[in-house]
């Protein structure tokens, strides 16, 4: 019973032996197939993503050659397509490609990829087309992308597809602001669905697309505004130089206006005085003539004569002297070339033709010159300075008629150059206005008439005719300042005629 028992019990153990000798062969078996399975998935990952990368690098090197294209004609949106058509066809390994707009409800051919010369032919026939024709057109209007896997099912399609010699396509459309203008149709010769990834890259190419359309658009219409401005700049230009000769010819008159109501008390006193004369000297020659001349009425005659003719004089050279200064103002108003003049006489000659501008004004006109001031430069257009600075002041300066007082005061500025100091004792200016001031078209009295262009054409000839400088000073109630520094010899290149 005991060796039984015994027996029993090594029996019992001996397949748990043999069970322990198989194990570890097991194990090693899985093992390898486990190490196995998991290089061959790691091979199959290592492979999917080399592939992503590479699609990936094929992508970006397309956009970036697109952007390229779009960067090289802003002005021309047919290059862009024809690379979109050819990059998209190559990445997606397609068929042929083809890039359509939509203008007014009409599809046409923008850009294609070639296959036959015959099947393109048939493709350029086949457009334009009505989009509410075509079995695409309401998804292509809702902005969605169309996707037929066998054109065989479409009877639309099929002609064409079966000329081409593709089996499936897709169009995904170019949406600018929600609105479709136009798609990109993929084809392939095999029948069936396109892949994600080759739609999101269409989707790319519509957005590109989308970018050159937008930017040609903008550069047209840039252009175009362009040209417009460039013509209103011309015509402004024109306008302004039509009021400038204006507002010249009208400084002119009133110079004439004045000049002529100076010269008149001269010339009137002096009728005068010549008709009283012409009497006694009539009254002289009859009492002669009777013989009945007397001592005393020869010495009141002589002496008449000898005052008449001092006031004739008088008068008719204060007349002469006012026709001499309007004479020159008037010859420097029409002399281009510089010459060679005294600073100080031509102020007063200016001056002196300005003052009966002031006749029945409370307003005082003091003239201060340095003598010996030579100068070599353009005396017409210093004229126009000095004449349009005393009509603004007249006309600004003392509103209401107050009194006042103008004031120039011309001093030499080293050996090269004068200052010209120009000033008014009136009302001044704000802030606003003295920045405004030398602006064409400003003026605060427009409805007075005035253009605005009196003080624009003295910065005009400072700065450029004469070559000066100019500078302006003014507050409210404390009146104006405005210092002129000019050279002494007018800069080369100078075009007084153009003031």
Known sequence: MV???RKTAKSAKAPQRAKSTRNPQSTRSKSRKTKSGERRADKSETARLKSLLRNAEDRQTAT???????ASSPDDVQPVFQAIAERSNRLVNGLSTTVLSIVHNTVHLS?????????????????????????YGDHIRRGEIFRLPDTEADPVLRGIARSRGYRSIVFVPLLHDGFAIGMIGQTKSE?????????????????????????????QEVQERTRELSASLDDLRFAQDRLVQTEKLAALGRLVAGVAHEINTPIGTSLTVASTLESKTAAFATE?????LRRSTLTEFLEASREASLQLMANLNQAAGLIQ??????TDQNHTDPRVF?????????????RPGLRKRSVTFNVTCQPNLVFNSHPGPYGRVLTNLFLNATTHAFPDATSGTI??????AGDDAAEVFFSDDGCGMTSDVRRKAFDPFFTTSRDQGNAGLGLHIVHSIVTTCLGGTLDLDSEPGKGTKIKLRLPRVAPDGAAPDAY
């Open 325 to 330: 200064s309007f004479k020159q103002v008037a």
């Open 342 to 354: 005294d600073l100080g006489e031509l102020t007063e000659q200016i001056a002196k033709s300005l």
């Open 288 to 292: 002669a003539a009777r013989e009945t």
């Open 407 to 412: 004031s120039i005061n011309v001093q030499a």
């Open 64 to 70: 970036a050659e697109i952007l390229k294209v779009i």
């Open 3 to 5: 060796a039984r028992g």
């Open 191 to 219: 029948s069936g669905p396109f892949a994600e990834n080759h739609v999101e890259l269409l989707k790319t190419f519509a957005d590109q697309a989308v970018i050159a359309i937008s930017t040609v658009r903008l550069f």
């Open 111 to 135: 850009a294609f990829t070639k296959t036959t010369p015959n099947a393109d032919a048939e493709l350029m026939a086949w457009f334009p087309r009505e989009l509410s024709a075509l079995p």
